[in-house]
């Protein structure tokens, strides 16, 4: 099976580092950048030395809109699936968190099921950016902020 491009340019990592400093702050841990590929984008510590606990899992994205823009969130199928995976075996919570232009909000992945389309990026020309993906109703994403710490 032929390798995808890497789509993920020098300024998204910038962006993810930024917002993953500032989930440290909201949510008091400290987010280990995981392997390229890997099913999430963080791992929460307790601190960051040895013998740290792992508290959680949390994949980030960036939107280039406002929240109440879209009624749903749109994610990959698999990521959903991968990320319950985790949430299952670990026995750890997993969140999704998504940097709005004027929001920052979360939503912990459960078993919750939601409608499912064939969608995806057509701006790239490469047809495995479509695929089944999850319509995550925005008023299921609560703010970061009335979160506390997770």
């Known amino acids: 099976m032929p390798k995808r491009p890497v789509y993920e340019s020098s300024g998204d990592r910038k962006k ?9 702050d909201q949510w008091g841990c400290v987010l280990k950048k995981t392997r390229p590929f890997y099913h999430v984008d963080f791992m929460a ?9 792992l508290k959680f899992f949390v994949e980030v994205k960036h939107r280039k809109i406002e ?8 994610l990959a199928l698999m990521k959903w699936v991968n990320m319950n995976t985790m949430r299952r075996y670990s026995g750890l919570p997993v969140y999704l968190a998504i940097r709005y232009l004027d929001q920052d909000a979360c939503i912990k992945v459960t078993d919750e ?3 499912i389309s064939f969608m995806g990026r057509t701006d790239r020309g490469d ?11 925005i008023d299921r994403l609560m703010p970061i902020e009335s979160m506390g710490d997770v």
């Not at 993810?16 to 440290?24: G, M, N, P």
């Open 16 to 24: 993810e580092k930024t917002f993953a400093a500032s989930l440290e």
């Open 45 to 53: 510590l307790s601190h960051g030395g040895a013998g740290a606990e």
């Open 67 to 74: 929240k109440d823009t879209f009624p749903t969130y749109m």
């Open 113 to 115: 099921t939601f409608p």
């Open 127 to 137: 047809a495995s950016d479509m695929e089944p993906c999850i319509m995550i109703p």
